[in-house]
């Protein structure tokens, strides 16, 4: 039974992995840019600190779970800003890119948002920042209009 719970523990671990590997996030502004110029799309960019909530739970699985999130990010140039102090993935030069970011965009300190830029790093209409299923759905009307 034990040998049984852990294969299905693995598996279900592996589809996770895969899941969140499936999406080409960006990390650096400056190459989203360039990637949004060069392939003139809009830059969805994700702010977060990583800190668990229901917002962030709501966000994964209501918008980046969904098929149409895997379409929209199809049309987009996805840019992931983790502002969390805690981090030991990132440089201490890209959490300070990534503190800059916040400061001139997430003026509101809201973690998660969500936010869309043009390739000139133009504000495309209003931000996600309260996170709800209405709200998601709203979000993906409008990611609609600025991706057709």
């Known amino acids: 039974m034990k040998k049984i719970t852990l294969i299905l523990l693995c598996v279900m671990s592996l589809n996770v ?7 080409n996030w960006k990390t650096s502004f400056e ?6 110029k060069d392939q003139n799309k809009p830059i969805l960019v994700f702010f977060t600190n990583q800190q668990d909530s ?29 502002a969390s102090e805690r981090s030991t993935s ?11 970011l916040v400061i001139h965009y997430n003026k509101s300190n809201a973690f998660p948002s969500l936010m869309v830029l043009d390739f000139n790093g133009k504000v ?25």
């Open 90 to 100: 990132i440089t201490h030069d890209q959490k300070m890119k990534n503190q800059r």
């Open 17 to 23: 992995f895969a899941q969140e590997k499936q999406f």
């Open 54 to 82: 229901e917002s962030l739970e709501t966000l994964r699985s209501d918008f980046f779970g969904t098929d149409a999130f895997k379409s929209l990010s199809n049309k987009m140039i996805l840019l992931f800003v983790d």
């Open 124 to 148: 495309l209409g209003a931000s996600l920042t309260q996170i709800s299923k209405e709200n998601i759905s709203n979000y993906f009307t409008f990611l609609d209009t600025i991706t057709n």
């Open 31 to 36: 190459d989203a840019r360039l990637a949004s």
